[in-house]
């Protein structure tokens, strides 16, 4: 019986915390390159969080904002969403390509890399998703 309910007990926490990673933004691992071809496969734009570790309105976003089921929700369906450290790797060239210059910075791409538009700054989870609507409707950069 005690082992019965420890594999119940295993089960249901794996569950648990597989529910909790799949509620937020899913970010694509990989190159730039493959983020490139995985939008052009899924016919979709590219966002991008453009971040660095010492910024702290970027770690708030990461910590609160993409986790967020409803956030989550509209990123996954609608981008290819991917981050990376704009001071280190392949970062630090994108950094330049795409004139990154405050943090945290979100681009929004097409498959081709072309930048469609981009938001400077966090905000709430709601008010993250209007803005980024707008970006993505009018192709503004909106701070």
């Not at 981050?83 to 790797?89: N, V, Y």
């Not at 498959?111 to 930048?115: A, L, T, V, Y």
């Given at each position: 019986m005690k082992k019965f309910i420890l594999i119940f007990t295993a089960l249901f926490l794996s569950l648990s915390a597989a529910?909790?990673?799949?509620?937020?933004i899913q970010?694509?691992?990989g190159s730039f390159s493959e983020i490139l071809?995985?939008?052009e496969k899924e016919g979709k734009p590219i966002f991008i969080d453009a971040y660095a570790t010492w910024c702290g309105p970027c770690k708030y976003m990461a910590q609160n904002i993409f986790p967020d089921e409803k956030v989550g929700n509209y990123f996954n369906k609608t981008f290819v969403n991917a981050?990376?450290?704009?001071?280190?790797?392949e970062g630090a060239r994108l950094r330049s390509q795409?004139?990154?210059t405050a943090?945290?910075?979100f681009l929004i791409l097409d498959?081709?890399?072309?930048?469609l538009g981009r938001l400077i700054?966090?905000?709430p989870a709601e008010e993250f998703i209007k803005k980024i609507r707008t970006v993505l409707e009018t192709g503004l950069t909106k701070k």
């Open positions: 529910n909790a990673q799949t509620k937020g970010f694509t691992e071809k995985t939008a981050k990376f450290d704009m001071e280190k790797g795409y004139n990154v943090y945290p910075t498959s081709d890399g072309n930048e700054g966090g905000a």
